[in-house]
Antibody, heavy 117, light 107 residues
Framework: EVQVVESGGGLVQPGGSLRLSCAAS????????MSWVRQAPGKGLEWMAS????????SYVDSVKGRFTISRDNDKNSLFLQMNSLRGDDTAIYYC??????????WGQGTPVTVSS | DIQLTQSPSSLSASVGDRVTITCQAS??????LNWYHHKPGKAPQLLIY???SLQSGVTSRFSGSKSGTDFTLTISSLQPEDLGTYYC?????????FGQGTKLDIK
């Protein structure tokens, strides 16, 4: 069974940093693009970042470029999101997602991030 | 950036009704359009990919269609478990974008 499980969310002050992790199982992790998608309170889904199978290509939404870094460890079947210079509008549930290939086909339950003083 | 406009933004329907949700793309995206169902507190679920292909394990009550830059998700016979929010998403180009969502309630 394909599973992706996020961890690392929590409360952080504006300007602070947080590192999210995602543990993948049930599929050959190194053969899939992986992504982070978030949902702010009362808002819709927003794509954040994606990383190629071997980590050689990364792409980001403009609002997080230079602040967030996506990375992966294929030996440990893990995906990461390093978030720096956090702002109030980064408050959201962050989902680890398999894809995009054709689509985002498997999603985790999400980890909440709250940026507040 | 490619904008996706969903309509309606919300709707209420009865069990057994046929429900349609539309998604209009601001540019030609071919068939690179996907549909998701999201229940509160749950992981979003992929329903349709490539505009018309049913994701494995998803009930055939869901179907997708395409006409130019207009895309449609149809639920043939609404069931209570179908409540939640439906999103379209384009995988044609980055930034990957979602529609604003359609919230579906059961009467």
């Amino acid at each position: 069974e394909v599973q992706v499980v996020e961890s690392g969310g929590g409360l952080v002050q504006p300007g602070g940093s947080l590192r999210l992790s995602c543990a993948a199982s049930g599929f050959t992790f190194s053969k899939y693009w992986m992504s982070w998608v978030r949902q702010a309170p009362g808002k819709g889904l927003e794509w954040m970042a994606s990383i190629k199978e071997d980590g050689s290509e990364k792409s980001y939404v403009d609002s997080v470029k230079g602040r967030f870094t996506i990375s992966r460890d294929n030996d440990k079947n893990s995906l990461f999101l390093q978030m720096n210079s956090l702002r109030g509008d980064d408050t959201a549930i962050y989902y680890c997602v398999r894809g995009p290939g054709a689509a985002f086909d498997y999603w985790g339950q999400g980890t909440p991030v709250t940026v507040s003083s | 950036d490619i904008q996706l406009t969903q309509s309606p933004s919300s709707l209420s329907a009865s069990v057994g009704d046929r429900v349609t949700i539309t998604c209009q793309a601001s540019h030609d995206i071919g068939s690179y359009l996907n549909w998701y169902h999201h229940k509160p507190g749950k992981a979003p679920q992929l329903l349709i990919y490539g505009a018309v292909s049913l994701q494995s394990g998803v009930t055939s009550r869901f179907s997708g269609s395409k006409s130019g830059t207009d895309f449609t998700l149809t639920i043939s016979s609404l069931q209570p478990e179908d409540l939640g929010t439906y999103y379209c998403q384009q995988s044609y180009s980055t930034p990957l974008t979602f529609g604003q969502g359609t919230k579906l309630d059961i009467k």
